[in-house]
């Protein structure tokens, strides 16, 4: 109960800071007659590269609109280019390129995984924080690293025939 306590505390305090600065960056762009800029429009062109909640809607409407295609029997027209897609879609994917996009985002390596991992270690080792805090940067960008090279594995073992990612059976002995 004690962890659980600790991380909505946590969440509810994250989310207060973030509409605060949300809605203080929001008013004095506003001072200057730009209040459409605010704190997570900023964040969104600082951190463009690793936005993953929009990723994921995104890659949610594509692959929506591929199977569609597929199911209507219209995923040929698309290929030879007679077939205009939304104007919020800009391209289609393959089935590899969904696997690889799909391990790649369902990795813990984002700021959320990162505070929660933080808090439950916190709770279990109190005085070890600071160094908790000191590493916590490190392990992000090795999580990210073991998301992205999982990803890429899914993409070498995809069989896009059978639509399967291959098992490899690496045990030699025999019963």
Not at 109 to 124: D, K
Request: some cysteine.
């Amino acid at each position: 109960m004690k962890i659980c306590g600790y991380l909505i505390a946590n969440l509810i305090a994250f989310i207060s800071v973030l509409h605060f600065a949300d809605v203080t960056i929001s008013w004095l762009f506003g001072l200057i007659h730009h209040p459409e800029i605010n704190f997570q429009s900023l964040l969104g062109l600082v951190f463009y590269p690793f936005s993953v909640f929009i990723a994921y809607q995104e890659l949610g409407k594509i692959r929506k609109l591929r199977n569609e295609l597929i199911l209507n029997n219209t995923f040929p027209l698309y290929l030879n280019g007679t077939l205009k897609l939304p104007s919020d879609t800009p391209m289609l994917w393959e089935d590899c390129s969904t696997i690889i996009l799909t391990y790649a985002l369902c990795g813990f390596s984002n700021f959320g995984a990162m505070g929660i991992a933080l808090a439950v270690m916190g709770v279990f080792a109190p005085t070890r924080k600071r160094a908790l805090t000191k590493i916590a940067p490190r392990a992000l960008i090795a999580g990210c690293m073991v998301s992205l090279m999982t990803a890429s594995i899914a993409g070498l073992l995809y069989d896009p025939y059978h639509g399967t990612v291959q098992i490899l059976n690496s045990n030699s002995t025999l019963l």
